[in-house]
């Protein structure tokens, strides 16, 4: 007879019954029942239903929501929008992530606060840091915006679509950095100590040693940090938009998820809306497993 054996630091927990770790189960369950299926089993079956704003009438259409939804130009705009924003943010995010992470180990005196900082976007709540970008940039107060003006750059994000765009993108890039600088530093912490001082007896700088040694160490790291990021980018940054340009101007910053708030909240077309939603849900998984079928058999796990 085998032996089990168990990894090293975990403890193995015995239950003479399924009640009580069904009871310790039951708060988290409620709240998956309530707040995802639910709400997910309801927006899917809304999506074949055609309604009138106060639900008076319902009529079943099958796919006319997402017939109506493929001929629409503004969702397609709205889809290229969300393409090119989450690119821009996921990339931006990483390398400014990686730069600071890089840094964490050269910066001898005042490290803790150095820390502190690059840390303190991830305690302020995603509306309050699109409110603080979209002071900063205003074109009539903004102290940033002044001094772009002073070197003649003509800034206006209310009426100019790259000008919204990159500073949608500069908020939700500054929100999410800390994130990544969170796995990124843990990452470079795992690196062995002995890879590096052999590179470095060989003559290799610290920006060499990163590039040859580290980063490619880092693989399953930015593997985990795009794919949160894309996620992060398509569900999470609604906040920013509506605080910063509200989907403005002209549609310019009209991403996937504020459009189904746009369509289902304020312009009460409840079917399209819930359509929207079960077409970015199906994108999001889309993206999630290409990216684990082309671009994790390239990641290299072993050390």
Known sequence: MVARTHEPGLKQAHFRTAGLPTLLLLPQLLILLFFFFIPSVRALMQAFLLADPFGATVHFVWLDNFKALFRSESYRNSVWVTIWFTLAQNVLTIVVALVLAFATDRVVRFQAAYKGIILLPYAIAPVIAGVIWAFLFNPSVGPIAFFLKSLGVAWDPNRNG????????????????????????????????????????????????????ALPLLGP??????????????????????????????????????????????????????????????????????????????????I
């Not at 908020?171 to 795992?190: N, Q």
Request: charged share 15%.
């Open 162 to 213: 790259w000008d919204a765009m990159l500073l949608v993108v500069l908020a939700a890039s500054w929100k999410h950095i800390c994130y990544d600088y969170i796995f990124l530093v843990a990452g470079l912490l795992a690196v062995p100590k002995s890879l590096m001082e052999a590179a470095a007896v060989d003559g290799a700088g610290p920006v060499k040693r990163f590039f040859q040694i």
């Open 221 to 302: 790291t930015l593997f985990f940090l795009t794919t949160m990021n894309f996620v992060y980018g398509f569900f999470e940054t609604f906040a920013i938009i509506d605080a910063v340009t509200h989907g403005g101007p002209a549609g310019a910053t009209n991403i996937l998820v504020y459009k189904v708030y746009q369509d289902g909240f304020v312009n009460l077309d409840l079917g399209s809306s819930a359509a929207q939603s079960v077409l970015l849900m199906t994108f999001a998984l889309l993206l999630t497993l290409l990216q684990f079928k082309y671009v994790e058999r390239k990641v290299n796990y072993s």
